[in-house]
Each structure stands twice: as structure tokens, then as C-alpha cells.
Nanobody, 123 residues
Framework: QVQLVESGGGLVQTGGSLRLSCAAS????????MGWFGQAPGKERDFVAA????????YYSDSVKGRFTISRDNAKNTVYLQMNSLEPEDTAVYYC????????????????WGQGTQVTVSS
């Protein structure tokens, strides 16, 4: 079992930045690939970014590529999402998730989820 706790969400103006953090409970954190998903009101949970277990392989949705950066610190059992140049369309609850296998951008591939953190971008 892996428990994930997100933090760092909030209200920011268009063009601003936020850094989300996701702390994992297990020391075997490095065994899991990690992802971030966003869910806007009334919409499905959409893939945002993902990162492999170890190393530098990262994946991004087209809508955030060049603006968001995912990173992880396995020594701290933490994954981050640096969000720059934020737009009102980025407003959503952001969830981090842990995956042992499966497709990186498919929510059902992820076995463990955090509770989510709200990001609101005002125009």
C-alpha cells in the first residue's frame, strides 16, 4: 500500500507559477512510476505529466508541454510538478498517482492516488 499526500495548490493569477508536491509513504517509492492528473469540474480526470521510476524519462500532455515540469526525489519519496505560465484553463483539482506498470497516460494504470489539491487560476 502506498499513501500519497499532495500539497502546494492555491489561487494564482494568469501567468503565475505554483509548485505541487506529492509525498509518498513507502520507502519503495522508487519502484513506482509517478503521474499527475487534473480534473476540472464536470470533466474527466486528464493526464498531465508522468515520470519513470528512475532516471529522466518524462511525458507531458500537449496542453502543458513547455510550461510544466515533473521531477522526483527518490531520497525524499516525493514527486513534484512545477507549473509555470498558468492559464485559467489549468484550473482543476490535481492528483498524483503511483503506477507499477501499464500505460503512463491511462488513469486505470495507476494503483494509488492522493486526495488531490485545488489549483485555481484567475484571469
Amino acid at each position: 500500500q502506498v499513501q500519497l499526500v499532495e500539497s502546494g495548490g492555491g489561487l494564482v493569477q494568469t501567468g503565475g507559477s505554483l509548485r505541487l508536491s506529492c509525498a509518498a509513504s513507502r520507502r519503495t517509492f522508487s519502484n513506482y512510476a509517478m503521474g499527475w492528473f487534473g480534473q476540472a469540474p464536470g470533466k474527466e480526470r486528464d493526464f498531465v505529466a508522468a515520470m519513470a521510476r528512475i532516471g529522466i524519462t518524462t511525458y507531458y500532455s500537449d496542453s502543458v508541454k513547455g510550461r510544466f515540469t515533473i521531477s522526483r526525489d527518490n531520497a525524499k519519496n516525493t514527486v513534484y510538478l512545477q507549473m509555470n505560465s498558468l492559464e485559467p484553463e489549468d484550473t482543476a483539482v490535481y492528483y498524483c498517482a503511483a503506477r507499477y506498470s501499464g500505460t503512463y497516460n491511462y488513469p486505470n494504470s495507476y494503483a494509488y492516488w492522493g486526495q488531490g489539491t485545488q489549483v485555481t487560476v484567475s484571469s
